[in-house]
């Protein structure tokens, strides 16, 4: 009768090499670079959707200022049927409400985006005074008067 013998240890052959401590080290670091990365690009994701649907206060201010200049070199001004008519020498622009922008048309043609992200869009005619009610996605409320040079 033979004998089986069980051998406690494993030995390797040259060819079969495992990883060495540095080959561990450069992976794991290569992963935790793309868990880093992952992560971060989550959170930017995450900001701009929490952010993407209001109007920054910024974009106001240029589209306030540009707003101004049109009605200041404008000869005379209409609001009709929520539109703002500026009538400028021979030309007409027209500033409008255009899905969720506010867009600047000359003489009908042309289609200038303004600003953008808006669900409302008012003009109101206060003696004077022309006062501008811009709502944007969150419901935020952006409110601007500007009295013209050149009166009706």
């Given at each position: 009768?033979?004998?089986?013998?069980?051998?406690k240890?494993?030995?390797?052959?040259?060819?079969?090499?495992?990883?060495?401590?540095?080959?561990?080290?450069?992976a794991?670091?290569?992963v935790?670079?793309?868990?880093?990365?992952?992560?971060?690009?989550?959170?930017?994701?995450?900001?701009?959707k929490?952010e993407?649907?209001?109007?920054?206060?910024?974009?106001?201010?240029?589209?306030?200022?540009?707003f101004?200049?049109?009605?200041?070199?404008s000869q005379?001004?209409?609001?009709?049927?929520?539109?703002?008519?500026?009538?400028?020498?021979?030309?007409?622009?027209?500033?409008?409400?255009?899905?969720?922008?506010?867009?600047?048309?000359v003489?009908?043609?042309?289609?200038?985006?303004?600003?953008?992200?808006?669900?409302?869009?008012?003009?109101?005619?206060?003696?004077?005074?022309?006062?501008?009610?811009?709502?944007?996605?969150?419901?935020?409320?952006?409110?601007?008067?500007?009295?013209?040079?050149?009166?009706?």
């Amino acid at each position: 009768m033979q004998k089986i013998v069980y051998r406690k240890y494993v030995t390797l052959n040259n060819q079969e090499a495992g990883f060495t401590l540095i080959e561990m080290l450069i992976a794991l670091s290569i992963v935790l670079i793309i868990c880093s990365l992952i992560l971060h690009s989550m959170i930017v994701l995450q900001r701009s959707k929490r952010e993407g649907n209001f109007i920054h206060p910024r974009e106001w201010e240029i589209f306030y200022a540009q707003f101004k200049r049109e009605i200041t070199n404008s000869q005379r001004q209409e609001i009709s049927n929520g539109k703002l008519l500026l009538y400028q020498n021979s030309d007409v622009i027209t500033i409008e409400k255009y899905q969720d922008k506010i867009r600047r048309r000359v003489n009908n043609q042309g289609h200038e985006v303004m600003l953008q992200k808006i669900t409302g869009l008012e003009f109101i005619k206060n003696g004077r005074l022309i006062v501008i009610v811009v709502t944007d996605q969150n419901k935020r409320s952006f409110k601007g008067e500007v009295k013209p040079y050149v009166y009706e």
